[in-house]
């Protein structure tokens, strides 16, 4: 699987995104959808990026459990369960952070994996069902442009200002200030 995975981030370098969309449930409010956190966005359900070649679709997925970060290069909605009331796209290529990226291309990708080691599991009689096991889990994906990178991190923001990772939403961050802040470790992956 890990090898399929990388082999899918693999190929988006060299690809020039045009068109990025974010999806999430109906907005049934009378308020405009909330999504935009200055230097890190909350796409939600996932994001839809448009090159040349067609749709990537970056998403998270229970490929890897408990929850992790994919790359598809189909249509977002062969995903999702659309119905007139939702889920919707809504489209941020003119957002300032997306606009100094567009027509660029990804000039590297980078995975950054985390080893949780789970179980063993048991029922509720303290049987045990299955066997400890440790699995790698895609938390986030670093798309690198000229005009510097982006973070793609299956996470759910929290009140606190951080991002709780293997999350089943995703989290768009521009800078390597918002990743600190979500708690991602000063490394190569989070520098700029």
Known sequence: MRD???????????IRIHDV??????????????????DWHHAVMGVELQTASGPISVLWTNTFYPYGVEV?????????????????????????EWQVRAGQPV????TLWERLDLGPASDSNGRI????????LPVALRLDFPAGPVWLVAGIPTEDGTVSTTGDEIVVAFTTEAMLRFGFPASNFTRR
């Open 129 to 136: 069902v299955e066997p400890a096991r440790t699995v790698d």
């Open 107 to 110: 000039t590297a990708v980078e």
């Open 21 to 38: 969309g974010y999806w999430d449930l109906h907005n049934f409010g009378n308020e405009p959808r909330e999504w935009d956190y200055g």
């Open 4 to 14: 399929d995975h990388d082999r899918k981030t693999a190929s988006m370098v060299g």
């Open 72 to 96: 598809f290069t189909e249509p977002m909605r062969t995903f999702l369960r659309l119905r007139q009331d939702g889920p919707e796209r809504w489209s941020v290529t003119d957002h300032r």
